[in-house]
């Protein structure tokens, strides 16, 4: 999931429908408590991608030889390794933070502006504004189909918007420059997720996979990979 000035513009109103009109919608689950919502939502998603971001990854992937598009992933890896740096330092993980600052420093320099990943032996981790946040006590609030943006929460929701506006791509000043980034980050993001749609055929209900699939990623997120294990009304009782 990549950032962007679509971020900024559509996360707003986004919030703002679902607290002025949805909050009175209930859901089965309580994790999803606005479920009618998002699931139009996800609908709409869905046809938006059959229509157009999947035709664009596929023709992407159809006439760019694979060297091309690793050295593609690679820039657009680095720029998120930035992104990935300032959340370390937000979240107190100074010796994390030096590694992937390192992998910044030296792909944008030997590695040709971050198309060479030279720095191969040092891990890549996943932070964004969302798990600082929930590093700091935030809870993540209800979940929530975004339009265009897919799954996400109300922490994660205001992530998205703390990390466009410190993104290197939303601050270049340049316009057609600007956007031409933007749409080459989503396009190759969408095209690295062709490959992993086999495990969605094969749900009886996607959109509560990909809920469920979610919720429990972000939370294993937050808590690097060991998030505290949820307790039962019988074992309470």
Not at 102 to 113: E, M, Q
């Amino acid at each position: 999931m990549s950032s962007g000035i679509r971020r900024i513009s559509l996360l707003a109103p986004g919030i703002a429908l679902l607290l002025t009109g949805c909050a009175s919608m209930p859901g089965s689950n309580p994790k999803d408590p606005w479920e009618n919502y998002n699931r139009s939502i996800y609908k709409f998603n869905e046809a938006l991608d059959k229509a157009v971001l999947k035709p664009v990854a596929q023709g992407y992937i159809a006439v760019l030889p694979e060297p091309a598009r690793v050295l593609l992933n690679n820039f657009f890896s680095n720029l998120d390794d930035v992104t990935v740096t300032l959340n370390d330092v937000l979240q107190l993980k100074l010796k994390q933070a030096v590694s992937d600052g390192s992998r910044v420093l030296f792909n944008s320099t030997f590695g040709i502006f971050g198309l060479l990943n030279v720095t191969d032996q040092l891990e890549k981790h996943n932070e964004d504004f969302g798990q600082t946040l929930g590093y700091w006590g935030i809870g993540s609030g209800p979940y929530l189909m975004l339009p265009f943006f897919g799954p996400s929460s109300i922490r994660d929701g205001v992530g998205l918007y703390g990390d466009a506006v410190t993104g290197v791509i939303s601050n270049i000043n340049d316009r057609p420059a600007r956007y031409g980034l933007f749409a080459g980050d989503e396009i190759n993001t969408r095209a690295r997720l062709l490959d992993r749609e086999k495990t969605l055929e094969e749900a009886s209900d996607r959109y509560a996979f990909i809920r469920d699939f979610y919720i429990a990623r972000r939370q294993n997120l937050v808590y690097d990979g060991n998030p505290p294990r949820e307790k039962y009304i019988d074992e309470e009782d």
